[in-house]
């Protein structure tokens, strides 16, 4: 099992910035893909960026790419979302969900996933 815990959520003014963070414990952190998806209300959950196990591969949904960037600490069994230049259209809860192996962009791939965290853009 793994247990995933997202913090960082909040209120920002479009074009502010702010720092996702997604806690993982339960198992070797650094043998698992990580990804951010989110859902905002009255849509379905999508993808947003993804990192894979080694860390050397991201993927961005096109919407964010250039704005937002993933990373992961594995000494800290943590992955983070930097999210600049922020819209209200980013407004949604955010998700970070864990595979063993390799990160993706399809969310039926992934096992394990957090509460989720309210990200709210103001414009």
């Known amino acids: 099992q793994v247990q995933l815990v997202e913090s960082g959520g909040g209120l920002v003014q479009a074009g502010g910035s702010l720092r996702l963070s997604c806690a993982a414990s339960g198992r070797t952190f650094s043998n698992y893909g990580m990804g951010w998806f989110r859902q905002a209300p009255g849509k379905e959950r999508e993808f947003v960026a993804t990192i894979y196990w080694s860390g050397g591969n991201t993927y961005y949904a096109a919407s964010v790419k250039g704005r937002f960037t993933i990373s992961r600490d594995d000494a800290k069994n943590t992955v983070y979302l930097q999210m600049n230049s922020l819209k209200p259209e980013d407004t949604a809860v955010y998700y970070c969900?864990?595979?063993?192996?390799?990160?993706?962009?399809?969310?039926?791939?992934?096992?394990?996933w957090g509460q989720g965290t309210q990200v709210t853009v103001s414009s």
């Open positions: 969900a864990a595979r063993p192996g390799g990160g993706s962009v399809n969310q039926n791939h992934y096992e394990y």
